[in-house]
């Protein structure tokens, strides 16, 4: 009996998770794609504005940047992810002619399968809705 109760123990200190650690992602590459922004979600008056995007991402940082001007404004800075969502903080300057709730930061919840990179972002507080639809080009 004291074998079995041993060995119970053994698998259960060895088997345990820590559910605190990353999963094991490569989001590092160019990737191009379509940003969307919906403005006055929960409205009669809803807007919907859409461009080419690029995205360069290193294994602890990134940069962006719309064909179009402003849409969305280019920004830099880092990112960290968990298996819910990529948050990225925008670390570049940026000047003050446009709305700065533009600017591509905070938590983003994503779908990724090595690549296609999907991120989507609620803004209640703007009543915006960002969602970007990303292929990796390399």
């Known amino acids: ?3 079995l109760v041993f060995i119970l123990s ?6 345990g998770c820590d559910s605190t650690d990353q999963p094991l992602r490569n989001f590092e590459g160019i990737y191009k794609g379509i940003y969307s922004i919906t403005h006055n979600v929960g409205t009669d008056s809803i ?11 290193t294994k602890t940082t990134y940069h962006c940047y719309g064909e179009e001007y402003l849409l969305p404004p280019a920004g830099a800075g880092k990112y960290t992810y968990t298996n819910s969502y990529i948050s990225l903080v925008d670390t570049a300057l940026h000047s003050d002619e446009f709305d700065p709730s533009l600017i591509l ?5 994503y779908y990724y399968d090595q690549k296609e990179l ?3 972002q609620s803004d209640l507080l703007h009543r ?3 969602e970007l639809n990303l292929t990796k080009q390399n």
Do not use: D, P
């Open 1 to 3: 009996m004291r074998i």
């Open 10 to 15: 053994a698998f259960f200190l060895t088997s």
């Open 47 to 57: 807007k919907k504005i859409q461009g080419s995007v690029t995205f360069e991402f």
């Open 105 to 109: 930061h905070g938590n983003f919840t």
């Open 118 to 120: 999907k991120l989507t």
């Open 128 to 130: 915006r809705f960002h």
